[in-house]
T-cell receptor, first 108, second 114 residues
């Protein structure tokens, strides 16, 4: 099956810093999403981005489907950005395959 | 519009007992997906259901696990004779028309087997 690798596995930032999270996948996909799991365990959908670039406030994401990777940018990080960021891909239109996640800690 | 509702939020079971996890999809959503998150891992797909039908159960363990989504009421994930390795967070997602693009996840049920 398709493999999804995320890097770095964990990251510590000072508040206000910028960061880039990466997601590599091993096969063509028709769906790619980024999720944030907050410290209470809730999963929030950040982006649906099988290709191209999108921005939402301080967050933006870019997927280069031909090269099988996606990047999530977080600018001017805040303590509320802490949590785990998951990349998830889909090939059959229904189920998603998740990466292992990047644990982000933002210090004030 | 309430989101996807999962209950209970936390469930403790002794080894050998049964665990029943409930998921009420968003209003108007007739497609439900269950995922399991083991400690410090990503989510793994278990099963996809529509009303009264199991569409894809390729991620379900062959024994002790079952799922249903009846015509009326919530979807139920049932784990019989729980073991310590079943301890995990179980998430449910729903979508209106099927397809992973429209997923909305619930807050999960954290199962602890003691």
């Amino acid at each position: 099956g398709i493999q999804v690798e995320q890097s770095p596995p964990d990251l510590i930032l000072q508040e206000g810093a910028n960061s880039t999270l990466r997601c590599n996948f091993s096969d063509s996909v028709n769906n790619l999403q980024w999720f944030h799991q907050n410290p209470w365990g809730q999963l929030i959908n950040l982006f649906y981005i099988p290709s191209g670039t999108k921005q939402n406030g301080r967050l933006s994401a870019t997927t280069v489907a031909t090269e099988r990777y996606s990047l999530l940018y977080i600018s001017s990080s805040q303590t509320t950005d802490s949590g785990v960021y998951f990349c998830a891909v889909g090939t059959d239109g229904n189920k998603l395959v998740f990466g292992a996640g990047t644990i982000l800690r933002v210090k004030s | 519009n309430a989101g996807v509702m999962q209950n209970p939020r936390h469930l403790v079971r002794r080894r050998g007992q049964e665990a029943r996890l409930r998921c009420s999809p968003m209003k108007g959503h007739s497609h439900v997906y269950w995922y399991r998150q083991l400690p410090e891992e990503g989510l793994k797909f278990m099963v996809y259901l529509q009303k009264e039908n199991i569409i894809d159960e390729s991620g379900m363990p062959k024994e002790r696990f079952s799922a249903e989504f009846p015509k009326e009421g919530p979807s139920i994930l049932r784990i019989q004779q729980v073991v310590r390795g079943d301890s995990a967070a179980y998430f449910c997602a729903s979508s209106p028309l099927g397809g992973s693009r429209g997923y909305t996840f619930g807050s999960g049920t954290r199962l602890t087997v003691v």
